[in-house]
Nanobody, 125 residues
């Protein structure tokens, strides 16, 4: 059974930084991509960032390029999202997800088979 557990969310001020983490367990694939999405109530889930198993390449949504960095530690089965220069519009529930196909990560929600429960990030002055 796949489990993805996010942590590290919280409430910060504009311009602050925050790092969220996601620990994966039980993934029935030896090489899987991981991604981060976010969602605001009433809106569709939005792609934030993704990286393949190697971690050598990264992909970002336009709204976070240059501010967010995705990384992973396969030894710890963990993916991170470092968020810098946070803005109020970054307020959302952040979800990590697993793409089991083993190739480059998908950029859409339906490319991902497994999801965490989400962690709230609030940016407010």
């Amino acid at each position: 059974q796949v489990q993805l557990v996010e942590s590290g969310g919280g409430s910060v001020r504009p311009g602050d930084s925050l790092r969220v983490s996601c620990v994966a367990s039980g993934v029935p694939s030896s090489r899987y991509a991981m991604g981060w999405f976010r969602q605001v109530p009433g809106l569709e889930r939005e792609f934030v960032a993704a990286t393949p198993w190697s971690g050598r390449t990264t992909y970002y949504g336009d709204s976070v390029k240059g501010r967010f960095t995705i990384s992973r530690d396969n030894g710890a089965n963990t993916v991170y999202l470092q968020m810098n220069n946070l803005r109020p519009e970054d307020t959302a529930v952040y979800y990590c997800a697993v793409d089991r196909t083993g190739g480059p990560p998908g950029l859409r929600t339906f490319d991902y088979e497994d999801w965490g429960q989400g962690t709230q990030v609030t940016v407010t002055s």
